[in-house]
């Protein structure tokens, strides 16, 4: 069956410009996470998502940071005003309800910033 | 705070030999542990988890794990090692009801032909 699929896999963008990472969870799964990993480190909490709504966003660094899923399914990750330090894998992941379920992660887009 | 420890950046291990993969973890409460397998330009892959019961579980790959209470570890093991296995493997913790990931740093597994 399809995994959760992530677009686009690679973005470059300049320094100061706004970007969108796209995530398409497994269908049926209500939770979905957003993680960011770099270099040589494990992946690290964002955000997650209950359905439409952002059950815990304390990952999130600031408020250059947000996060959407208006229809329970897909998910848009957004940046404004990016800086070099965004630059990572970002990773999304989703799961069937119940914190004791497996994530099931997509490939990952790699953002880097000029 | 919750926090996972990976204390082996690598570990190299012939191919055929048993393999043991180490993660020790803090948590406040009662843990779920996870692991996950990382291979070059793919996303992360579950391996096997521990939510309760026995100590012993077995997941994908001929892959083990044991959780040990005790020492608070949630070591990854393999009876015989394969060149395929070689890989980032990541140990994972999460508090009952919270449903955060909490990430070790990885450790990178070297199978020697």
């Known amino acids: 069956g399809a995994g959760v699929s992530q677009t686009p896999s690679n973005k470059v963008t300049e320094k100061g410009k706004y970007v969108e990472l796209r995530c398409d969870p497994i269908s049926g799964h209500t939770a979905l996470y957003w993680y960011r990993q770099s270099l040589g480190q494990g992946p690290e909490f964002l955000i997650y998502?209950?359905?439409?709504?952002?059950?815990?966003d304390s990952g999130l660094p600031n408020d250059r940071f947000f996060a959407v899923r208006p229809e329970g399914s897909v998910s848009t990750l957004k940046i404004q005003r990016t800086e070099r330090g965004d630059s990572a894998v970002y990773l999304c992941?989703?799961?069937?309800?119940?914190?004791?379920?497996?994530?099931?992660f997509g490939p990952g887009t790699r953002l880097t910033v000029l | 705070a919750q926090s996972v420890a990976q204390p082996e950046d690598q570990v190299n291990v012939a191919e055929g030999n048993p393999l043991t993969v180490k993660c020790t973890y803090s948590?406040?409460?009662?843990?779920?542990l996870f692991w996950y397998v990382q291979y070059p330009n793919r996303g992360l892959q579950f391996l096997l988890k521990?939510?309760?019961?026995d100590n012993l579980v077995k997941g994908s790959y001929g892959f083990e794990a044991e959780f040990n209470k005790s020492q608070t570890s949630f070591h990854l093991k393999k009876p015989s090692a394969l060149v395929s296995d070689s890989a980032l493997y990541f140990c994972?913790?999460?508090?009952?009801?919270?449903?955060?990931?909490?990430w070790g740093a990885g450790t990178k597994l070297i199978i020697k032909p």
């Open positions: 994972a913790v999460r508090d009952k009801g919270n449903y955060q990931l909490i």
């Open positions: 521990y939510i309760t019961g």
């Open positions: 948590v406040s409460g009662n843990p779920y």
């Open positions: 992941a989703s799961s069937s309800q119940g914190s004791h379920n497996e994530q099931f």
């Open positions: 998502f209950q359905g439409t709504g952002a059950a815990d």
